[in-house]
Every structure is written in structure tokens, then in C-alpha cells.
């Protein structure tokens, strides 16, 4: 879901025919972002058939870096919430 994201972001800017505000897509795109993010948070460390994540595809779609950071940090959340996991269960065996 969230490389869909990123490129949907891209055709959206590509369209010339259509008059757009790249700030106002993105601050969609933020909120869809975290609407994604809390109901499957690891969705957004997979990568695709091509071992492309989500970070690169924002950077392929000429995204903001502001958006790219956040995007950052969510990926590193999950990381780290995943190796927290991974611990506990060391810990219980």
C-alpha cells in the first residue's frame, strides 16, 4: 500500500493536464500515510518485486524531504518495535 502511494504521488505531479498543488497532495498523501501506517505498520518495510521500499520510491517521485524523513522514521519505528519483538521472544524461551 505504501508504494502505491509514492506512485500515485508521481502520476498525480506527472499529469500536466491537470492543475495541482504539490503541498496540498502531500499533506493528503501525510494523512493517508498514518491511516496506513497504524492499521499494518510493517506493510511499510516490505519491498516490492524489485527490492524497492517505500523510501526509494519517494525519492524516484521527487517527494519532499520533509515527507521522505517522515517516511524515515516511521520505517525505523517499525525496525525497532520489530526487534523488540524479536528480543522478548529470545527472553520467554
Not at 498514518?34 to 521500499?53: C, F, M, Q, T
Amino acid at each position: 500500500p505504501f508504494h502505491f502511494l509514492c506512485k500515485s504521488y508521481a502520476n498525480s505531479c506527472d499529469d500536466t493536464s491537470m492543475s495541482w498543488d504539490r503541498n496540498a497532495i502531500e499533506r493528503r498523501m501525510t494523512r493517508i500515510l498514518w491511516i496506513l501506517y497504524r492499521k499494518a505498520p510493517s506493510a511499510i518495510i516490505i519491498e516490492d518485486n524489485h527490492g524497492v521500499d517505500v523510501v526509494e520510491y519517494a525519492l524516484e517521485a521527487d517527494m519532499s524531504m520533509t515527507f521522505i524523513r517522515l517516511l524515515q522514521d516511521i520505517v525505523a519505528r517499525v525496525h525497532e518495535h520489530n526487534a523488540k519483538k524479536k528480543a522478548n521472544r529470545k527472553l520467554i524461551q
